[in-house]
Structure formats: structure tokens, C-alpha cells
């Protein structure tokens, strides 16, 4: 009598998150098999604006993305409660070469990170107000091509987001404006930055157990930091140690563990004032909702 054939195992999901310090902290345990029970992943290091444009192709099983871009794909993605950045202090700054007003940038040509971005996001619903007749070009730019365009003069500003909040001094580089501290001071809630989404016909149980994955993986990497350190600096392409640990501490929360409910208020209050002002596609009620949850 012939053995039982056994199952095939679940083909590895493709997962696609940036290079940085908060994303490799993140997910380190999971990434090396750490994680009891986890779905093997699949890694793939691409810049945000890569990741966004993945995502509106439908190109992987979960991508961390901008939260900008969630209302052009949460018809096949769904919004992971946990694995993102949000936070306070950490918002995105616009760079200069020197001292200047807002209103200077009317006319003028800014580098962004994408235009999906959710910084770029914060900086139209600032700059609607804040620069009479609005910037003149906008350029994409990889963010680490940013600050040496300002500092060079090839744009005249530049929205810089991750670790350029600490570095952008070595640059000779000024500090215009804070679009984090704008969003903080207009509405109260967090800001949110980076989302974690994963492909709606993986069905609800494996939802569950991805989201209860990224969860545990947060959590090993919070008892023990220096498991996972050398996996960051590998990717954190020449980056000083102390600027990656600053760049974990400012982006690791406890929104990174749960969204929870001022989380997703700040996610709800983002995606409306842009969808007010026709910045994005309005969402529908249970856009956001997790598969499953309650």
C-alpha cells in the first residue's frame, strides 16, 4: 500500500518593504524564520515609490506602501492593523538651501519621494495654504537623491522623509517647514506615514495569521534589539549605527504594533481632507476595515 502524498506547502508569500532601519527592525524575525507558524515569506528591498507602484499593478502579496496611495488599491489589498509607520515628530520636512519663507516656493521646483507618497500628500494639503499660487514643477526623486539636489541647486526645495530629519544639518541644508507638525497641529492625531497591506484573496484566516505574524515579529524585535542588528546596518547603505537607531526609535511605536483607534482615525482624517480638497479618490464606509476583525 502506497504512502499518503503529502500536501504541498503554501507557495512563500512575496512581501516588498524598503531597505530602512524601521522596516528591516520590523520585520527581522519574521524575514529569518523566527516567527512560530508564520507564512514563509518571499523579501523583495524596493523604495517606497517602487512599492506604491506595485501595488497599483497588484504585483505582490503585501507591499508596505504610502498611506497615500491606499484609495487606488484597497479593492485588492486590505489595510493590516499593525507593521506600519505613524507617529508623532516624525513627519516629513521641506528643505532649502537657505532661510526662506513659504510663500518663496510659489513657482518653484520641489524634489519629491513620489507622488503617491503620503508625504507628498501632506506637503498639497499644506502648501494649498501656505504658498500663493502654488509650487511650479514638482521632480521625483529616490529620497536619498534629495538633500544633494537641494544642496546642488538642481530644485529649490526638497520634501525629505526617514532619516534626513536627523542628517539634512550635514548637508548645509535649512528647515522650512514640518509637515508633520502642521498635520499635528491642525487635526491632533498622529501622522500617518507607511501601510502594510496584503492581497484580499489570501483569504481571512491567512490575513489573520499574517497580521498575528508581523505582531510577533514587532514584539521579538523589541525584546531583543541586537538580534536583529546586523540585518538593518547590512541594508542600511552606509547609514551611521546612531542614525538607525534614532530612525527605529522615531518610527517603531506602538502604532506599529496596532493601529488601534487613534490610528485609524489619523489614517480616516488623512485620506478625507485629501479626498476634500480632490487630492485622492473619495473611500468607501468599510474601506479600511480589517477582514475579519471584531
Not at 525629505?160 to 509637515?179: K, N, Q
Not at 501601510?195 to 499574517?210: N, Y
Not at 547603505?237 to 546612531?242: F, I, N, R, S, V
Amino acid at each position: 500500500m502506497s504512502s499518503p502524498v503529502p500536501a504541498p506547502s503554501p507557495a512563500p508569500l512575496r512581501i516588498a518593504y524598503s531597505p530602512c532601519p524601521n522596516d528591516t527592525f520590523v520585520f527581522h524575525a519574521w524575514a529569518h524564520g523566527r516567527v512560530p507558524g508564520a507564512p514563509e515569506p518571499a523579501v523583495t528591498f524596493a523604495d517606497i515609490d517602487v512599492t506604491n507602484g506595485m501595488a497599483e499593478r497588484g504585483e505582490s502579496d503585501v507591499l508596505k506602501v504610502s498611506y497615500a496611495v491606499l484609495p487606488w488599491v484597497l479593492r485588492e489589498y486590505a489595510l493590516l492593523p499593525c507593521g506600519g509607520a505613524l507617529g508623532r515628530g516624525c513627519g516629513p520636512l521641506v528643505l532649502t538651501r537657505d532661510e526662506r519663507s513659504a510663500e518663496s516656493l510659489s513657482g518653484a521646483t520641489v524634489a519629491v519621494p513620489s507622488e503617491r507618497s503620503t508625504a507628498y500628500l501632506l506637503f498639497r494639503l499644506w502648501a494649498a495654504k501656505a504658498v500663493p499660487g502654488g509650487v511650479g514643477r514638482i521632480l521625483v526623486l529616490p529620497f536619498h537623491e534629495i538633500m544633494p539636489a537641494v544642496r546642488d541647486g538642481r530644485v529649490d526645495a526638497g520634501l525629505v522623509i526617514h532619516e534626513a530629519r536627523f542628517t539634512y544639518p550635514s548637508y548645509g541644508l535649512h528647515s522650512l517647514a514640518d509637515m508633520g507638525e502642521a498635520w499635528e497641529e491642525a487635526t491632533g492625531l498622529p501622522i500617518p506615514l507607511g501601510a502594510i497591506i496584503a492581497k484580499r484573496s489570501l483569504g481571512e484566516e491567512r490575513l489573520r495569521l499574517l497580521a498575528d505574524s508581523i505582531r510577533e515579529s514587532v514584539r521579538q524585535a523589541w525584546a531583543d534589539p541586537e538580534a536583529s542588528r546586523a540585518y538593518v546596518l547590512e541594508h542600511a547603505q552606509e547609514m551611521d549605527p546612531a542614525v538607525a537607531d534614532q530612525h527605529i526609535g522615531l518610527y517603531v511605536n506602538e502604532f506599529t504594533a496596532d493601529l488601534g483607534e487613534e490610528g485609524y482615525a489619523a489614517v480616516r482624517g488623512l485620506l478625507t481632507r485629501a479626498a476634500a480638497e480632490g487630492l485622492v479618490p473619495a473611500l468607501g464606509r468599510d474601506a479600511l476595515a480589517f477582514p475579519g476583525a471584531g
